[in-house]
Each structure stands twice: as structure tokens, then as C-alpha cells.
T-cell receptor, first 114, second 113 residues
Framework: GAGVSQSPSNKVTEKGKDVELRCDPI?????LYWYRQSLGQGLEFLIY????????KSGLPSDRFSAERTGGSVSTLTIQRTQQEDSAVYLC????????????FGNGTRLTVT | SQQGEEDPQALSIQEGENATMNCSYK?????LQWYRQNSGRGLVHLIL?????REKHSGRLRVTLDTSKKSSSLLITASRAADTASYFC?????????????FGTGTRLLVSP
């Protein structure tokens, strides 16, 4: 079956512009995560959605970052007034419900802020 | 600081040799998972070990978990060039309302033919 799909795969934007990153999770996966991976670093948790529950936004680095998940499926991560330090790979993952369900990752969106 | 720290940061071996990567963490966990990442791609789940398990096998992979030392190891036996990738451990920290995986900085494995 289809895996997690992210778009665009690459995005170059000018400092100060807003960007939207999209994630299509695997059908039937109720859990959805956004992570950020800076060059040579591990993954930094950003936000978690589970079904129709309120998301856990504890990892969002500033109020310029927001995310939504419509209809319990597609998710959009929005970064307003981008800064150079926002440059990174943004990874989306989905999972079945349950504490021990492995995460399925998309290939990420590489964001470059010039 | 990162919950999971992998050691070594980089490992270079020949095909056929075994590769061992270690992960240390700081707080109590529900489970520990290992993921693999090829360059420019997302992470792929390899294996999960629960906090009450000590060892688990999957094909050429062997994972151990020592909760008293807060450490885990991933052994890849009879390595192949195709195993070249970065490997990350991820811990599901206890006392969070959901599976919140905290990833380490990874081990870059290079397997030469």
C-alpha cells in the first residue's frame, strides 16, 4: 500500500515568507507526528495528532509554527515569517493507535530559507 | 540535551563483518526502537523492544536492552554494503500521554564491499 507522502520534497523560500508543508498519512493511521531534522542532528519532536483529540504542541519551537489536521487525515505544517534557522528537513510520520506501534515516515520536505 | 545518545557516531567496516551500535538514555521508558535512515530519505522502523524485554532478534538484527544501565545495543551480523545508512535509537518516555519518541543523533554506518 501507499506510504506516507510529503510535499513538496524541496522548498526554497526567502526569509520572512510563510511556507506550508503537507503530509498525507497512511490510511487508517490515527496518529500523526511532525519532526524536524537539522543537518547531522537527530530528530526534534514538533507536534502530535491522535484522532480527533487536541494535538500535543509541546515541541513547536515558537508561535510562528502551527499545524492542523483536517478530517483526521491530511496535515499541514505552517511556518510564518521564516527565519534562516528554520532551514531543516521536516519529517512527517503516522502510526496505528497503540503505545507500541512503529512510526512510518515520509521522505520529508527539505526547507531552505535564504 | 538528547534523551538518546548513540555510540559510535560513525562506524566503518567491511562486508561480512558485524556492526554494533550502542544507545544510552536518561529516563524510564516504555519501549526502545531502532530506525534506519538512508541518505535523503525518511526513517524506516527496524525493531522495537519493550521495557520488560532483554533481547530481541529479527533476521540479521539483534537488539539488547539493559534498563538498569539505561542502554541498548543493535547488532547487525554479516553486514552488506546495502546496510550503509544512519541508525537511530528512539525511546518512548514513560509518563507521557502518548507514544512520544525521542531520537538520538544517530550512528553513521559505512559498509565497504
Amino acid at each position: 500500500g501507499a506510504g506516507v507522502s510529503q510535499s513538496p520534497s524541496n522548498k526554497v523560500t526567502e526569509k520572512g515568507k510563510d511556507v506550508e508543508l503537507r503530509c498525507d498519512p497512511i490510511s487508517g493511521h490515527t496518529a500523526l507526528y511532525w519532526y524536524r531534522q537539522s543537518l547531522g542532528q537527530g530528530l526534534e519532536f514538533l507536534i502530535y495528532f491522535q484522532g480527533n483529540s487536541a494535538p500535543d504542541k509541546s515541541g513547536l519551537p515558537s508561535d510562528r509554527f502551527s499545524a492542523e489536521r483536517t478530517g483526521g487525515s491530511v496535515s499541514t505544517l505552517t511556518i510564518q515569517r521564516t527565519q534562516q534557522e528554520d532551514s531543516a528537513v521536516y519529517l512527517c510520520a503516522s502510526a496505528r493507535p497503540g503505545r507500541n506501534s512503529p512510526l512510518h515516515f515520509g521522505n520529508g520536505t527539505r526547507l531552505t530559507v535564504t | 540535551s538528547q534523551q538518546g545518545e548513540e555510540d559510535p557516531q560513525a562506524l566503518s567496516i567491511q562486508e561480512g563483518e558485524n556492526a554494533t551500535m550502542n544507545c544510552s538514555y536518561k529516563t524510564s521508558i516504555n519501549n526502545l526502537q531502532w530506525y534506519r535512515q538512508n541518505s535523503g530519505r525518511g526513517l524506516v522502523h527496524l525493531i522495537l523492544i519493550r521495557s520488560n524485554e532483554r533481547e530481541k532478534h529479527s533476521g540479521r538484527l539483534r537488539v539488547t536492552l539493559d534498563t538498569s544501565k539505561k542502554s541498548s545495543s543493535l547488532l547487525i551480523t554479516a553486514s552488506r554494503a546495502a546496510d550503509t545508512a544512519s541508525y537511530f535509537c528512539a525511546t518512548d518516555i514513560m509518563n507521557t500521554g502518548f507514544q512520544k519518541l525521542v531520537f538520538g543523533t544517530g550512528t553513521r554506518l559505512l559498509v565497504s564491499p
